[in-house]
Structures are given as C-alpha cells and as structure tokens.
T-cell receptor, first 111, second 115 residues
C-alpha cells in the first residue's frame, strides 16, 4: 500500500534533548512537508522540501532542523532550542502544488 | 501571500440537519482550495479539492463545496449530518504560481453532531 509512515506515534523528550521524528513515503512525491498542530491553531508549516537535497523554512522553523537526502525520507529534528516542543507533528507529501497526503502523526511531549 | 479564515471554531448540528462550514481565502493568484477532515489523534484526510475546473466540487462522504470568486469563499456543505461526521475540518489554500507551494491551513472547525 502506498502512503506515508511516521514514527514513533508517541515520543517523550527530556529538557535539553534533541529528538528526531521519522517520515517516509512511497508515493514517489517530490514534495514533503512538516506541520505542527496545537489546539485551536490549525496546522503551521515548519519546513518543506520540493526536491532532494533542498528545503525551505516555513513559518515556525526556529528550533527545528530537517534533511532531505533521499526522495522517500524527510526526518525532522526538534532541537533543545525549541522552547515549547510539546505538540502533534504531521508529515505530508505531494506532487508540487497539489493536495497533500498526511501521515498519522507523532505526538511529542516534554517530560 | 495566501491565507485562510474559517469562521466558527465550533459548530453543532443535529443528526439529519444541514452542515455548513465556512471558509474564506486570500490569495494573490488563482488558488487551489482544499477541505480536509481529521479524527482524534489521526492525520488529515482529503475531503475534496478545487483546482479551477468546476466551481461546485463533490467530495467523499456526501460533502461538497462551492468556489465563489466574488466572495472569496469555499464553504463546505452536507445536506444531512451523520454521527460519524463529528470531527475537525480544515480548509487549506495553495498558491500554485507563487514561490511557496505548501498548503496554508485555516485554524479548523470542530463539528459536533447531536443525536
């Protein structure tokens, strides 16, 4: 089955720790995205990539980093510089400019 | 620049009643518009999309939306609500000809369906 796989589903981070969220797609899409979801705020764009080895900052990139070494993979690292990382993180992919297909999300909690 | 405004963070209807979820957009270029649904602790699922073809778009689960350029609106409707429609709904816009081709989302509308 084609789709987008995010892992883990739940993740706990200690203060000062970096954590990496995984996102893999087998839809052969060029574009991939990371969104953050907080209650009542909709989805906010963190980073996006339209082609391998290239990515752009979204609206809330501070404290996050990404890489795009393979077409299928777009991991997101939440660094210790992100002061309020507790949120639901959604990865998506698309043909550039078309509808996005979403993974099931990763819920990150700071403990 | 592109943006989306969803009027009403919560909407409550009775089972069998009309569902109307409002979305207004702002875009400097002809937009592509989308409606997504999200169930608790899950990702988003595409309901329907407008990509400059027919202005009345039909989607899954009996939903439809009408693109009205003069009103910059793309409201989502369903003639008869079902209990399984209870979820959060997001409107999104993509400015295909702009440098930024990621979807911009509204803040969402939570739909409650009363028995």
């Amino acid at each position: 089955d084609g789709g987008i796989t995010q892992s883990p589903k739940y993740l706990f981070r200690k203060e000062g720790q970096n954590v990496t969220l995984s996102c893999e797609q087998n839809l052969n899409h060029d574009a991939m995205y990371w969104y953050r979801q907080d209650p009542g705020q909709g989805l906010r764009l963190i980073y996006y990539s339209q082609i391998v080895n290239d990515f752009q900052k979204g609206d809330i990139a501070e404290g996050y980093s990404v890489s795009r070494e393979k077409k299928e993979s777009f991991p997101l690292t939440v660094t210790s510089a992100q002061k309020n990382p507790t949120a639901f993180y959604l990865c998506a992919s698309s043909i550039v400019g078309q509808e996005a297909f979403f993974g099931q999300g990763t819920r990150l909690t700071v403990v | 620049a592109q943006s989306v405004t969803q009027l009403g963070s919560h909407v409550s209807v009775s089972e069998g009643a009309l569902v109307l979820l409002r979305c207004n957009y702002s875009s400097s270029v002809p937009p592509y518009l989308f409606w997504y649904v999200q169930y608790p602790n899950q990702g988003l699922q595409l309901l329907l999309k407008y990509t400059s073809a027919a202005t009345l778009v039909k989607g899954i689960n009996g939903f439809e939306a009408e693109f009205k350029k003069s009103e910059t609106s793309f409201h989502l409707t369903k003639p008869s609500a079902h209990m399984s429609d209870a979820a959060e709904y997001f409107c999104a816009v993509s400015g295909v000809d702009t440098g930024r081709r990621a979807l911009t989302f509204g803040s969402g509308t939570r739909l409650q369906v009363q028995p």
